[in-house]
């Protein structure tokens, strides 16, 4: 009896050993998978992960694309350390290890994609440099014109030019150009508001859609930042005594795919709602987006007596009180030509 009972025991004790180096090994194979980086080739590998992916999803995945095997580490290391994953579009560095992309899928840190809207841009440019962008999904197709009132009424908006704010924009895999257009126009009002509280009390103009006008004329006018405040000035000015803007921008805007690079004494006689030296005021619309410092500029013009200016040939401009003195800068200008 005693012998029986010691075979017992030697037998449980014996398969105890043996489960406890099982259990060892496993655990060690375990341990090797966890170090063992998955064969992400040297540039790194775009993974784009579904909505709705589980953890099961996300092995087949891998290992169709020969990454790994669809071993039961994998399970265990998702039973041991539970995730919610979240869809999108991940880049997944070389020598990334099993941990570190089950982490980088639940945490959401998706590719983020930029585009920048460039100062000075009119709409037609902006429309080209969002359909040329093959992340964007597309509502709409802005190369064609006939689809900006469109987006005009979906913004609620009469016009499309100048209303967005030209800054860098992030976005990610799935978002729309409808997605990224709200966003820099929400930007732009928040923008446009913020120069409208801190016009100045003599300001002749009347709403902000009048700032944001003269300032798209401003942003085409001139680059330099110092000068900007200067321009303001003489329109403004110009403005309050009744005088037209006689503003070459707004001319080339009015001639629109007609304008070949020149403009000529027939353009500033030739009457449109965007001429300035054929009517008073300002344009029915602005002529490009502007950016903060002519929001700026246009909302806080420099003082001063100037109603004149030229280019000066160096990228600045001449500013002028009289005709008598603009008309010497002109003819400067000319002679350096």
């Known amino acids: 009896m005693k012998r029986l009972m010691f075979r017992a025991l030697l037998?449980?004790?014996?398969?105890?050993?043996?489960?406890?180096?099982?259990?060892?090994?496993?655990?060690?194979?375990?341990?090797?998978?966890?170090?063992?980086?998955?064969?992400?080739?040297?540039?790194?590998?775009?993974?784009?992960?579904?909505?709705?992916?589980?953890?099961?999803?996300?092995?087949?995945?891998?290992?169709?694309?020969?990454?790994?095997?669809?071993?039961?580490?994998?399970?265990?290391?998702?039973?041991?350390?539970?995730?919610?994953?979240r869809a999108g579009e991940y880049r997944i560095e070389a020598e990334a290890r099993p941990r570190d992309l089950l982490e980088l899928l639940a945490s959401g840190r998706v590719i983020q994609y930029r585009l920048t809207l460039v100062e000075g841009w009119a709409f037609r440019q902006l429309a080209e440099a969002l359909a040329a962008d093959s992340v964007l999904a597309h509502r709409f197709d802005l190369l064609d014109s006939s689809q900006w009132p469109l987006l005009a009424a979906e913004l609620g908006v009469?016009?499309?030019?100048?209303?967005?704010?030209?800054?860098t924009y992030q976005f990610v895999r799935g978002d729309s150009d409808l997605d990224l257009l709200r966003r820099a126009h929400r930007a732009m009002r928040e923008a446009l508001a913020e120069a409208w509280a801190s016009r100045s009390p003599d300001s002749p103009l009347e709403s902000?859609?009048?700032?944001?006008?003269?300032?798209?004329?401003?942003?085409?006018?001139?680059?330099?930042?110092?000068e900007r405040g200067q321009i303001a000035g003489v329109f403004a000015r110009r403005l309050q005594k009744g005088m037209r803007l006689q503003t070459d921008p707004t001319v080339i805007y009015g001639l629109g795919e007609t304008f070949d690079g020149d403009i000529r004494r027939r353009d500033l006689e030739a009457d449109t709602p965007y001429n300035t030296y054929t009517r008073h005021g300002l344009p029915p619309t602005p002529i490009a987006m502007p950016g903060r410092a002519s929001l700026q500029a246009a909302a806080r013009p420099a003082d001063g007596e100037a109603l004149y200016f030229v280019a000066d040939g160096s990228g600045g401009h001449t500013f002028s009180t009289t005709l008598a003195e603009h008309q010497a800068a002109v003819k400067r200008l000319l002679e350096r030509q």
């Open 208 to 226: 902000p859609y009048q700032l944001l006008v003269l300032a798209s004329i401003i942003e085409k006018e001139t680059a330099v930042e110092e």
């Open 158 to 167: 009469e016009h499309s030019e100048g209303w967005f704010l030209p800054e």
């Open 11 to 85: 037998a449980a004790l014996l398969a105890m050993l043996l489960a406890a180096v099982l259990a060892w090994a496993a655990w060690s194979r375990y341990q090797a998978f966890l170090a063992e980086p998955l064969a992400i080739p040297p540039e790194g590998l775009v993974f784009d992960l579904a909505p709705g992916s589980n953890g099961a999803n996300i092995v087949e995945r891998l290992s169709a694309l020969g990454l790994t095997r669809a071993d039961w580490q994998w399970k265990l290391l998702m039973r041991l350390e539970p995730r919610v994953y």
